[in-house]
């Protein structure tokens, strides 16, 4: 990758039909440090970026018919690193937009003074190193979490061979454990890495809205629809659609999309005509789905439409020794956020967080270490740092009387019986133990009334 900054030998392509204007702004970039070529046509543009990779395009929307916007389109598929700047003169503004929308970095006038646009290549330059670096650090996350365990082994193994095909995918896992990450992943590292990555959360929408959002509508269909609306797989053409907790979705919007995985074709709410589209479905679940196809609550067709390869991604309990690498990631993340400089934690919150259950998972993770980073005074995360579910524990296992009539006993006799335990194991600390036991003291006190504590 190459250095930043206005000494970088970076590869500048002018593409300007104005020849006097494209020798000023090459001669004024040449001399900030850059390697700058220049044409003055769209078959200019399609020669030299045939042949070689700019790091920025300096593109011209005044090329002609053959030209302009529609290379847009081209470079971007081409050669996705390549940063697009857009010149145009007032009258073409609307055109300077769409580029924008189809995935240029920047527009602007041609009136603007050279300077300007060495600014905003150097900019280009640097939002694109940044989203490398981003992107090998997110790449070497993920291999981090891998860990030593054979079930994340088998994840990472599994995702390697299914990314460069066009295959359906479910996730299975429960809320918090990444599944949207893996679905990112397999996109990442698929053919369609540089085409859209759409995310939609199924139980997040009410239904005839989901059907809405996923398949678009006409003007019309329904009161509020007062204009034609692309759906989301439209928006993802070409790339990927993520279907987060599927195992909601209604049975009508089910039938739609199993003629999505069918034929390839969706139908906007409210039209009477089918249009094709070239989408990959991950789709991702937390309940059991064989379960449910069993009791007639999702349909078993559409289920082996999903199911062609399963991906289980283990709790965060289950691979324990990713712990530190993540701790490490949520530090550096939230340290930028919250303008704090906390390198890491001591001991006994290290301890803490290893005797942890996590049920919320991975993203529970990363929402305590935020908050201990608030809370930090230091350099360290101390115990009474984190929350108060993981100083005191999430629901306290302690051992519940049982009789060998019922195997069970009453709530009462349960309650009771948690509430004397706590307090005995805290030294009748009333304040401790309403914190272990995930009770306000006023509660407790009320309930030691009741069974006769006080």
């Given at each position: 990758m190459r250095s930043k900054g206005k000494t970088a030998k970076a590869d500048i392509l002018i593409a300007t039909p104005e020849m006097a204007y494209g020798a000023t702004v090459a001669n004024f970039l040449a001399r900030q440090g850059f390697t700058v070529e220049r044409c003055?046509?769209?078959?200019?543009?399609?020669?030299?970026?045939?042949?070689?990779?700019?790091?920025?395009?300096?593109?011209?929307?005044?090329?002609?018919?053959?030209?302009?916007?529609?290379?847009?389109?081209?470079?971007?598929?081409?050669?996705?690193?390549?940063?697009?700047?857009?010149?145009?003169?007032?009258?073409?503004?609307?055109?300077?937009?769409?580029?924008?929308?189809?995935?240029?970095?920047?527009?602007?006038?041609?009136?603007?003074?050279?300077?300007?646009?060495?600014l905003v290549v150097e900019k280009a330059l640097r939002y694109r190193?940044?989203?490398?670096?981003?992107?090998?650090?997110?790449?070497?996350?993920?291999?981090?979490?891998?860990?030593?365990?054979?079930?994340?082994?088998?994840?990472?193994?599994?995702?390697?061979?299914?990314?460069?095909?066009?295959?359906?995918?479910?996730?299975?896992?429960?809320?918090?454990?990444?599944?949207?990450?893996?679905?990112?992943?397999?996109?990442?590292?698929?053919?369609?890495?540089?085409?859209?990555?759409?995310?939609?959360?199924?139980?997040?929408?009410?239904?005839?809205l989901l059907e809405s959002e996923l398949f678009g509508h006409v003007q019309g269909a329904f009161t509020g629809a007062d204009r034609d609306k692309a759906g989301l797989f439209e928006e993802a053409e070409g790339g990927t659609i993520f279907l987060d907790e599927i195992g909601d979705m209604s049975p009508i919007t089910q039938a739609k999309l199993l003629r999505v995985l069918q034929n390839g074709e969706i139908r906007r709410v409210g039209s009477t005509m089918a249009q094709r589209v070239n989408v990959r479905i991950v789709a991702a679940t937390n309940r059991d789905l064989v379960e449910a196809v069993a009791r007639n609550a999702f349909r078993e067709d559409l289920y082996f439409r999903l199911n062609v390869v399963q991906i289980r991604i283990p709790p965060l309990r289950e691979r324990m020794e990713a712990l530190p690498v993540l701790i490490s990631h949520f530090l550096a993340r939230s340290n930028t956020r919250f303008g704090k400089q906390v390198r890491g934690l001591d001991d006994h919150a290290m301890s803490l967080l290893r005797h942890y259950e996590f049920p919320g998972n991975v993203r529970e993770l990363e929402s305590l270490i935020a908050h201990a980073v608030i809370m930090a005074d230091g350099e360290l995360i101390r115990a009474r740092d984190l929350p108060e579910p993981v100083q005191f524990g999430v629901k306290p296992r302690l051992a519940l009387p049982y009789t060998a009539e019922s195997g069970s006993v009453p709530l009462a006799e349960a309650e009771e019986h948690h509430i004397r335990n706590a307090l005995e194991k805290l030294n009748g600390n009333q304040s401790l133990a309403a914190k272990k036991l995930g009770i306000s003291r006023s509660t407790l006190w009320r309930k030691m009334r009741e069974y006769g504590m006080e």
């Open positions: 003055h046509d769209a078959a200019g543009v399609l020669r030299l970026a045939g042949r070689r990779t700019f790091d920025v395009l300096v593109l011209d929307l005044d090329l002609g018919n053959e030209g302009d916007i529609a290379l847009v389109s081209y470079i971007r598929q081409k050669s996705p690193a390549t940063r697009l700047v857009l010149l145009f003169d007032i009258e073409l503004i609307d055109k300077a937009i769409d580029g924008i929308r189809q995935g240029a970095y920047f527009y602007l006038p041609k009136s603007s003074p050279p300077s300007d646009l060495v190193d940044t989203e490398a670096a981003a992107d090998d650090y997110e790449r070497t996350i993920f291999e981090e979490l891998v860990g030593q365990t054979p079930a994340m082994q088998r994840v990472v193994e599994l995702i390697h061979k299914v990314s460069p095909t066009d295959s359906t995918v479910l996730l299975l896992g429960e809320s918090g454990t990444g599944k949207e990450v893996v679905a990112n992943t397999i996109h990442r590292l698929s053919r369609r890495k540089d085409m859209p990555f759409v995310a939609v959360n199924c139980a997040a929408l009410p239904e005839a």
